[in-house]
């Protein structure tokens, strides 16, 4: 009998790299995405389209994706919240430098869209209807994110209702795949559960994948509760870096090894190799300058053991 599998998509060195507050240079961005692209990754998000002076770290997009090395069978992603960054993503792919999804994004709480992208919902669903379009006539895919699907630190909880209404609307506008993010880690297992199997069933024939955040602590459980819903596909961030910067309090996103590590415990095929992996994560303290908040890295795999202390065997 074989294995499910589950498939991992990556976005440090988007979601990771982007709020740190001293610039990554560009090479290394480049080296660790082709470090990444080795480790059997289904999916990595490489840069995002943002204005540089919100998102200082961003600003080498187009370099960035014209100089890594791609792998077969990875997807490489890219992130922009506006027609101008859709613009821009276009230019970089007809140039060359291959985009083969562009993830757009939205929030389902009003106060949180007009913090982070200072439009309304509205606002940004015209955008939408006008952005999908211009990437599928140059080939690429989207992906639309409902972000804050399982609250708002700003208003609360949020509707499920209106997190599937907007999940409708984006279908209707034309988007290939879906994607529900727990932008400030608010979700709770039982929710996940719950809304994603409304979720899979509603939107059967549709990829879906949740993101989460490890705020309070639960973000692996919140994986293990989507798994049983149905959902396959997850966000994950090397390190546990990320955290987004309009969200008070919101920590890094799940860990992609730490990930890893529990779902080939559980006897799941990801596709990922844990070791390069791990290889990969240990760098990140060096590049950022800063502890980060992976635990395997740290702790080694379930299964490194260590040598029995002699003392035990030496008579007292």
Known sequence: MSKQRIYINDVGVRDGFQIEKVFIPTETKIAFIDQLSKTGLAKIEATSFVHPKFVPNMADAETVLANIQRAAGVRYTALTPNVKGMER???CHQSGAAIDEMNLFM??????NMANVKRTTAQS???????VPMARRVG??????????????FEGLVSEARVMEIAEKYLAIGFDSLTFADTTGMANPRQVERMMREATKRFANTEITLHFHNTRGMGLANVVAGIAAGVVHYD???A??????????ATGNICTEDLVNMLQDMGLDTGVDLDKLLAAAVKIPAIVGHDVPGQVMKAGKTMHLHPVPEKLYTAS
Request: charged share 10%; with cysteine.
């Open 89 to 91: 993503a276009i230019a």
């Open 107 to 112: 929030s389902a709480s009003e106060t949180h």
């Open 125 to 131: 669903l015209q955008d939408f209807a006008e952005m």
């Open 140 to 153: 690429i895919r989207t992906n639309g994110t409902v972000s804050t699907s399982f609250g708002c630190p």
């Open 236 to 238: 994950a961030s090397i």
């Open 240 to 249: 546990g870096l990320g955290g987004c910067p309009f969200a008070p309090g």
